[in-house]
């Protein structure tokens, strides 16, 4: 008879180890990079610096959130940055700004993520409705709503007025950046969905087996919408915030966000190909990628090149995670 | 006599013209185990996946003590108290355990829409207890070994009880035929167990096992349940015999012709064996030779075979073609030395649908009908029509899509595309004429005697003895990775029962 | 002995309601996209009877020629089944790395980028087929190695100061035709007579409509597949030198916004998003559907921020009238 595949008690051999040890890699690295960047330039390890860091990993913070539940599911997101342009404009113009009477202050926030949250619904209700692929639609998304932030803005964007919004943007709290309290509550918000909710769990399941899933008729395009629904909803927030920080809603406000997000779940251990990773992971991600970013500004690398770094390690990331999966009729598209 | 927990009546499924089910009754009692047994192709998962809602019948009822459902998924088929174990597994890798077993019921450890673990935890190892425990409920169900993953899987199906009144009616699809000798042990142990508070159905092809543990056993042959017999009045022998009763065809009674097979080994596998699927396999293809291999489903045969296409990969052994050993890294490699395979997924892995029959049938060696750079259209025109006509294949036009044609000229698409190579010297077929109708069959057993004549090797994995034994000039019987008889052309032609005993 | 899963082999249950929609998007398929070409242009001909005049028609042509060579290579890719999102990428890079090389070497340096960016994207394409990593990953990933080269390499625009008459013919026209547009037609004849005559062309047709049949048939899939994204490669070096022509200069971001249109184009000609179904001559007409899109839009005075909403609503709506249902019944 011949045996079948067994998984031996886990820690009982070298490769047993290092898969106990994998998920903790992307936080290993992130701790030896501080360490590394601290020693090589005094003025890394500040607290002023350290502030900046988490005063610029914020809105990706946010970011990271919304997407990690997207990719969980095996699907992709590729609009954030148009939904981040629609809200930061609808924002602008709702609070106290340099356009229109508005004056809905909190509610302006509100207004700009609910936009954020009905761009997800379509981009949830297309890829299950109509069956295509996330990457097809979330592609259009994108196009249409940068399109009706280009619409909203016109000539001049609006500036923002509101003083209270300005301080949130800005402002600090007892030395801790506002913006890094609310990214801060937004990744416990998230911890909470994935772990206690059916939301987050089911996610997982069908990142994990989706043909299963439906096998068993779990409701799973309910969970797919959510997934979008919810990324949309943290897109949108992270849109006004950004706007609130810059002072004026912009088309380009979330430039760059798509590649960096990405770059940042994937880093952190969320695979791609869905299942695998999370909110936790994905927040270990965007410090990395922050702190990355930071240290190569201090050590004098070319900015620019940052795009190049990302795409390189969401290939060498995405190398690592299927290379021990290869296999002859394995059919990839 | 007690309502029955379980009834089936008249039950129907065809699948593409083939009729899976046909027609098939069977009653289930309180806490009875009821063994299914039947050769390939002979119904069983499929009665099973109705059952079990993973898919529909044509025609007939299931009755569940007393009321008629149609599950139309396998959680409404839970809901109505019938659970089943894949016997391919069906759990998610990458959540806990107790998710596993709890997926798509978890209401009673939600509190206020939140998950309480504890409870979570909790309601999971009842029925793991229920099991005799061991496996920890908030273990990553892709840290257990297979056959602790066969016990989730069976602590799934139990959880019915929880969300019902009733006691379940556990559907098991051949649950041991991946373990060891000790997970076998285990599983039947639980059999044991599991019927003081469920009903069974239990799907093996080891007979020895399901002697041992059903009440009563039903034989299916061709999609119908064509005897019941209780197991203290039967013994193995009556029950082979009852498995081989279909009716035979006039050409799967004609025995092979004594061949006259050339001194020229084209395929020699010494010592060949994959990981999980097979061990030890040895043996020589001669031109001109069909050899047959006679195994159930699962055994290795359809593995060796994919392994002599390039498909799958060896981890022992060698394989010699025209005496020189080689290395086949993809299908690419197989077909440039000259072997064609046709696979038993004719729509998945032997047509591509939407290419015409043309494309279809030189698909494989273009290289063969190019003027330069450029396919010969005309050439190939040609030579299709040619054997278009010599295999009788239906087809409004050459260039109609394949997928628009009956299966059974789908497969005679399938086996011109390697016929239509001149270099070809080896086919292998695997499990060919599966949902033939008995016209077509007889051609293509008309087609594969004469390329034998012609000086090709063939290897065949057959889904029934006799048409292994029709054809065969030798056979080689698989059971469970292993060889376990070998019938070369040379010795005596074996009976059907002979080669039937070491197949189960 | 290895486990399948209980859904393999489980054909998606065929309705008559499935059979009738995947009729009528058949029908959908071949005749709409040039319909809605014949559509567009007769809308836009009744508000502006100008939009037909052949100066405009000229105009046209000449907007259209970039997207046109992008298009070309990305039909090749859907084809497969897979898609490239760095074309436009590539397309700035080799527009950076002309504008440096014209000055320096001369036309000599045109063979040598496009020789590099067909080597780009032959190795996207290797990764892709031996790490079997999905293609919308790798370029993706590709967008961001090449886009970033391109904006450390030049961090703006670099005009062409010597040697601009290597390419300054492509702005001109003979026989009344942009030459910009003829070679772009040019190149996607001989793509199509390649997809028609070679055995590559099967093999494309093959493996997007049944990857794992055509495998088993013997063919190099991998093979297939690298040459499928080596020739996006040189189709997006191509795209650059049309746009180096054109602006006289080399932009690290002067192709960005060409992705989606070319995508769309390929898209809206009816070529399916799953593979297997379309070619070259849908994509021509797709491309000319963007460009009088794009050109109609200004001609009629609209606000170009309608554009890319246009655009997304159009993708969308197209891929989702050509796919293949009955080929992949779990959508990522």
């Known amino acids: 008879m011949m045996p079948a595949d067994h998984q031996g008690p886990v820690g009982s051999t070298p490769a047993a180890t290092a898969q106990e040890l994998r998920p903790w890699t992307p936080l290993l690295a992130l701790i030896v990079l501080c360490l590394g960047f601290g020693l090589a330039e005094p003025g890394f390890a500040t607290s002023e610096n350290l502030w900046t860091i988490a005063d610029r990993s914020a809105i990706p913070l946010i970011l990271a959130v919304g997407t990690t539940f997207v990719i969980l599911q095996g699907s992709i997101d590729l609009s954030i940055e148009g939904v981040m342009a629609t809200s930061s404009l609808t924002f602008a113009m709702s609070v106290f700004n340099s356009r229109n009477g508005l004056d809905l202050g909190v509610f302006g926030l509100g207004l700009a993520t609910l936009v954020g949250a009905g761009l997800g619904l379509l981009s949830g209700l297309l890829t299950t409705c109509l069956r295509v692929p996330s990457f097809m639609v979330t592609l259009g998304v994108w196009s249409t709503s940068a399109g009706i932030a280009l619409l909203l803005s016109g000539d001049q964007p609006p500036l923002i007025k509101d003083p209270m919004m300005r301080a949130l943007g800005l402002g600090r709290s007892l030395a801790v950046p506002n913006l890094f309290l609310v990214a801060v509550a937004v990744v416990l918000l998230g911890y909470v969905l994935q772990s206690y909710t059916r939301f987050g769990r089911y996610s997982m399941v069908i990142g994990g087996g989706e043909d299963l899933a439906r096998l068993l008729g779990l409701p799973v395009d309910r969970y797919k919408v959510l997934a979008f629904v919810f990324a949309g909803f943290l897109g949108g927030l992270a849109g006004a915030l950004e706007s609130a920080r810059i002072g004026l809603g912009h088309v380009d406000v979330g430039g760059g966000q798509m590649f960096a997000t990405i770059t940042a779940v994937v880093i952190g251990g969320t695979s791609l190909g869905g299942g695998r990773g999370g909110v936790l992971q994905s927040a270990v991600g965007t410090l990395t990628l922050a702190i990355l970013t930071d240290g190569m500004v201090f050590v004098g690398i070319n900015p620019y090149a940052q795009k190049a770094v990302q795409g390189a390690l969401i290939l060498l990331t995405a190398l690592g995670a299927t290379w021990p999966l290869r296999h002859r009729l394995r059919i990839v598209k | 006599m007690t309502v029955p927990v379980l009834r089936v009546e008249g039950l129907s499924k065809s699948f593409a013209g083939v009729r899976a089910l046909d027609d098939v009754s069977i009653e289930v009692g309180s806490r009875e185990v009821?063994?299914?047994?039947?050769?390939?192709?002979?119904?069983?998962?499929?009665?099973?996946?109705?059952?079990?809602?993973?898919?529909?019948?044509?025609?007939?009822?299931?009755?569940?003590?007393?009321?008629?459902?149609?599950?139309?998924?396998?959680?409404?088929?839970?809901?109505?108290?019938?659970?089943?174990?894949?016997?391919?597994?069906?759990?998610?890798?990458?959540?806990?355990?107790?998710?596993?077993?709890?997926?798509?019921?978890?209401?009673?450890?939600?509190?206020?829409?939140?998950?309480?673990?504890?409870?979570?935890?909790?309601?999971?190892?009842?029925?793991?207890?229920?099991?005799?425990?061991?496996?920890?409920?908030?273990?990553?169900?892709?840290?257990?070994?297979?056959?602790?993953?066969?016990?989730?899987?069976?602590?799934?199906?139990?959880?019915?009880?929880?969300?019902?009144?009733?006691?379940?009616?556990?559907?098991?699809?051949?649950?041991?035929?991946?373990?060891?000798?000790?997970?076998?042990?285990?599983?039947?142990?639980?059999?044991?167990?599991?019927?003081?508070?469920?009903?069974?159905?239990?799907?093996?092809?080891?007979?020895?096992?399901?002697?041992?543990?059903?009440?009563?056993?039903?034989?299916?042959?061709?999609?119908?349940?064509?005897?019941?017999?209780?197991?203290?009045?039967?013994?193995?022998?009556?029950?082979?015999?009852?498995?081989?009763?279909?009716?035979?065809?006039?050409?799967?009674?004609?025995?092979?012709?004594?061949?006259?097979?050339?001194?020229?080994?084209?395929?020699?596998?010494?010592?060949?064996?994959?990981?999980?699927?097979?061990?030890?396999?040895?043996?020589?293809?001669?031109?001109?030779?069909?050899?047959?291999?006679?195994?159930?489903?699962?055994?290795?045969?359809?593995?060796?075979?994919?392994?002599?296409?390039g498909v799958e990969r060896a981890d022992a052994g060698e394989i010699v073609i025209d005496g020189q050993p080689v290395r086949l890294r993809e299908p690419a490699d197989a077909v440039r030395l000259g072997i064609g395979y046709v696979p038993a997924e004719r729509r998945l892995e032997g047509i591509v649908g939407g290419l015409g029959v043309r494309e279809n049938m030189t698909l494989a060696h273009l290289d063969e009908l190019r003027r330069g750079p450029f396919i010969d259209l005309a050439a190939e025109r040609k030579l299709v029509k040619s054997w278009i006509e010599r295999m009788h294949i239906t087809t409004p036009t050459a260039d109609t899509p394949a997928q628009d044609l009956s299966g059974g000229n789908q497969q005679k698409v399938v086996l011109g595309k390697w016929l239509i190579g001149r270099k070809l010297k080896i086919l292998i077929l695997d499990h060919p004429f599966r949902g033939l109708d008995v016209g077509i069959k007889a051609e293509m057993f008309a087609l594969i005697r004469e390329i034998a004549r012609a000086g090709l090797g063939v290897l065949l994995v057959g889904d029934t003895v006799e048409e292994v034994m029709a054809l065969s000039h030798s056979i080689i019987v698989m059971k469970d990775g292993l060889v376990s008889g070998h019938f070369p052309a040379s010795a005596a032609k074996p009976s059907r029962l002979q080669v039937l005993e070491r197949m189960v | 002995m290895t486990p399948a899963s209980p859904t393999d082999g489980i054909a998606p249950i065929a309705s008559n309601d499935r059979e009738l929609r995947s009729y009528a998007g058949q029908a959908a398929r071949r005749f709409a996209p040039l319909a809605v070409l014949i559509g567009l242009l007769s809308a836009l001909a009744a508000i502006e009877p100008s939009f037909l005049s052949p100066y405009a028609v000229n105009v046209l042509a000449d907007e259209s020629s970039v997207i046109l060579i992008l298009a070309t290579a990305q039909t090749v890719v859907i084809l497969l089944g897979g898609i490239d999102l760095s074309m436009a990428a590539i397309a700035s890079l080799a527009s950076v790395l002309i504008a440096l090389a014209l000055p320096a070497v001369g036309p000599s340096g045109i063979v040598g980028v496009l020789a590099l960016a067909t080597l780009i994207g032959a190795v996207q394409g290797f990764v892709h087929t031996r790490a079997q990593i999905p293609s919308v990953i790798v370029t993706l990933a590709g967008l961001g190695m090449w886009s970033g080269l391109a904006l450390t390499i030049a961090k703006t625009t670099i005009p062409v100061t010597a040697g601009y008459f290597a390419v300054g013919w492509l702005t001109r026209s003979s026989f009344g035709v942009p030459n910009s547009f003829s070679v772009a037609l040019a190149a996607l004849m001989v793509l199509a007579a390649a997809l028609h005559l070679l055995p590559f062309g099967r093999h494309v047709y093959a493996i997007g409509m049944a990857e794992r049949a055509t495998l088993l048939s013997g063919v190099r899939v991998g093979r297939v597949k690298i040459l499928g994204f080596a020739l996006t490669g040189l189709f997006s070096g191509l795209a650059g030198l049309a746009m180096v022509a054109r602006t006289s200069s080399g932009s690290p971001t002067i192709a960005d916004s060409l992705l989606l249109p070319s995508i769309a184009a390929v898209v809206i000609g009816g070529t399916s998003i799953t593979g297997g179904v379309g070619g070259l001559g849908r994509t021509l007409i797709g491309t000319m559907t963007i460009t009088v899109l794009r050109v109609g839009f200004a001609t009629i005075g609209l606000d170009p921020a309608y554009e890319p909403i246009a655009y997304g609503v159009v993708v969308i709506a197209a891929a989702a009238l050509t796919i293949d249902h009955s080929k992949a019944h779990i959508v990522k």
């Open chain 2, 34 to 309: 009821i063994g299914l047994i039947g050769e390939n192709g002979a119904g069983k998962s499929t009665l099973l996946k109705v059952l079990a809602g993973v898919l529909r019948a044509d025609c007939g009822r299931i009755i569940v003590r007393g009321t008629p459902i149609s599950p139309a998924n396998v959680a409404a088929a839970a809901t109505s108290g019938i659970g089943i174990v894949f016997q391919e597994q069906a759990l998610l890798p990458n959540v806990t355990v107790a998710e596993n077993i709890l997926l798509g019921h978890e209401r009673r450890a939600l509190r206020g829409g939140f998950y309480d673990w504890r409870k979570f935890y909790a309601l999971a190892a009842k029925q793991l207890d229920k099991l005799g425990g061991g496996i920890s409920p908030s273990a990553l169900t892709a840290t257990l070994s297979f056959a602790e993953r066969q016990l989730v899987e069976i602590a799934r199906a139990l959880a019915i009880e929880e969300h019902t009144r009733h006691e379940p009616i556990i559907l098991l699809d051949e649950p041991t035929s991946m373990l060891d000798a000790n997970g076998t042990e285990t599983v039947l142990g639980q059999i044991e167990r599991l019927r003081r508070r469920a009903s069974i159905v239990f799907v093996s092809h080891r007979l020895d096992e399901v002697v041992r543990v059903s009440d009563r056993i039903c034989v299916m042959v061709d999609g119908r349940c064509v005897a019941t017999r209780n197991r203290a009045t039967c013994s193995i022998a009556d029950l082979e015999r009852l498995m081989l009763g279909h009716k035979l065809d006039a050409e799967c009674q004609q025995q092979a012709p004594s061949p006259t097979l050339g001194p020229k080994v084209r395929l020699s596998v010494r010592a060949l064996g994959r990981n999980n699927s097979y061990r030890g396999v040895s043996f020589e293809l001669h031109a001109g030779e069909v050899l047959g291999i006679a195994e159930l489903a699962g055994s290795g045969g359809e593995s060796l075979c994919r392994t002599l296409f």
